[in-house]
């Protein structure tokens, strides 16, 4: 009879990736609430958050308007949704079904966490006198298109970079979503319905939940395998 031969786990000074990821969460949980206390409990905080989103309102140059539109619209809801059914259906055909999962999933809670957080913190969004869109009616913060689209566009990043074999491919992959992400959570300011501190503070939560998928998404393919 062949003996069992089992192997020690790794401890995390030889794999330090799940400690990385722990700490990456960590950090930008903490970031977000410190970022949260803030716009609730500071108005200086507020002042110069107010101050910076109207500097970025305030450049002109042709066609930017139509490009935040662009954006805007590419990070809303029912764009958002659409793009991850096909995302989920592209991925099922090619039989990555851990892959269809870790889009749905992240999706679904983060979009989620997003409105319930919008309830809870109940800021304001800037005045309709410097709007350049009708202003949606829900709370600003934070923005739902930047999580949104975070969430989405990381997750395809991420995919990217574990799935493509060519670096060209891993790289153009990675510019690519970090540009459209960006893109949508600029718009939002620049376009007069959120502020800048909405938009780092979806970031902050997203790189969370993104992390913390991720994370998972590599542990149970490890697992697996």
Known sequence: MTPVVRRAAKP?????????????????????????????????????????SGAIRSVEAPGFVTIAEFFTTLGSGVVMASLTVVGVAVLLLKRWPAEAILLALTMAV?????????????????????????????????????????????????????????????????V????????VALSRVYLGVHFLGDVIASWLLGSALLTAFAGGYVWWVTRRE
């Open 176 to 183: 690519a979503c970090t540009i459209l992400a960006l893109g």
């Open 110 to 174: 983060g979009t989620t966490a997003g409105s319930v957080l919008k309830q809870l913190i109940d800021r304001a969004r800037p005045g309709i006198e410097v709007a350049r869109i009708p202003v949606p009616e829900s709370y600003s913060f934070p923005s739902g298109h930047a999580l949104a689209a975070l969430l989405f566009f990381g997750i395809l990043a991420f995919l990217a970079f574990v799935r493509a074999r060519e670096v060209s491919v891993k790289f153009g992959g990675i």
């Open 12 to 52: 995390w000074s030889r794999n330090p990736t799940p400690g990385i990821a722990v700490l990456v969460v960590g950090i930008a949980a903490a970031l977000f609430l410190g970022m949260t206390a803030a716009i609730l409990f500071f108005p200086a905080f507020q002042d110069i958050d107010e101050r910076i």
